[in-house]
Each structure stands twice: as C-alpha cells, then as structure tokens.
C-alpha cells in the first residue's frame, strides 16, 4: 500500500554533510510514522530516526543525537534525513520505513515498508 524510495546517497569526507529524502506514495502520507534505519555489511538494521505523524515529535539514536535531523513536508510527501559532522562509522546502506502507528517505533520489525535503500560512505 505504501511505495518508499529514497535518495541523495553519496561519498563524503567525514566531517562533510548529506540529505538524504524519502519519497513517499500509495497511502495518506500524513497518517504514517516515519522512520530512517541504516545497515552495514554484517550489521543488524540499526534505528536512527523517527518523526510521528500527530504532532511532528521525533527521537533519534544516541549515535547521532546533535548531528542528524529528521523532517517531514507532508505537502510533498517526503521525509528527509539531515546529516551533519559525519564520520566513518556512519557508513552503511540508509533505509526509510513507514508504519501506521508508534508501537516499538525504534524496531524494524514493527515497520511494514521499505525502501529500497541509499549507501552513504564516510571517508577519512
């Protein structure tokens, strides 16, 4: 029901900043929790983003608390991830997913739409 796919993946020094976006169709985008995970080869999907639909609150993974922003422009159905100070170790494929609700918003499993994934490489 809901179609998801993100851009604005790329190679930066670390230090150096992206955007990424999610773009959003198939359901009243309004009415969905977004979120943003990332994986690295061998690495659980990691939680590092997510913005309520209600009233726009988020929360953020430890990792990046001060250095990424998450946001939401429901006029053009799109979700971005700011991503400021980066650093190697945030190297991975980064992921935005979808969910009618807040339940375990920080686990991927309770999300029910994908992506199809944007890599984002941090160099020293």
């Known amino acids: 029901q809901v179609q998801l796919v993100e851009s604005g993946g790329g190679l930066v020094q670390a230090g150096g900043s992206l955007r990424l976006s999610c773009a959003a169709s198939?359901?009243?985008?309004?009415?969905?929790?977004m979120g943003w995970f990332r994986q690295a080869p061998g690495k659980e999907r990691e939680f590092i983003a997510v913005i309520n639909y209600s009233d726009s609150s988020t929360y953020y993974a430890d990792s990046v608390k001060g250095r990424f922003t998450i946001s939401r422009d429901n006029a053009k159905n799109t979700v971005y991830l700011q991503m400021n100070s980066l650093k190697p170790e945030d190297t991975a494929v980064y992921l935005c997913?979808?969910?009618?609700?807040?339940?375990?918003?920080?686990?991927?499993?309770?999300?029910?739409?994908w992506g199809q994934g944007t890599q984002v490489t941090v160099s020293s």
């Open positions: 198939g359901r009243t985008f309004s009415n969905l929790v």
């Open positions: 997913a979808a969910n009618p609700t807040l339940a375990r918003w920080a686990e991927a499993r309770s999300y029910g739409y």
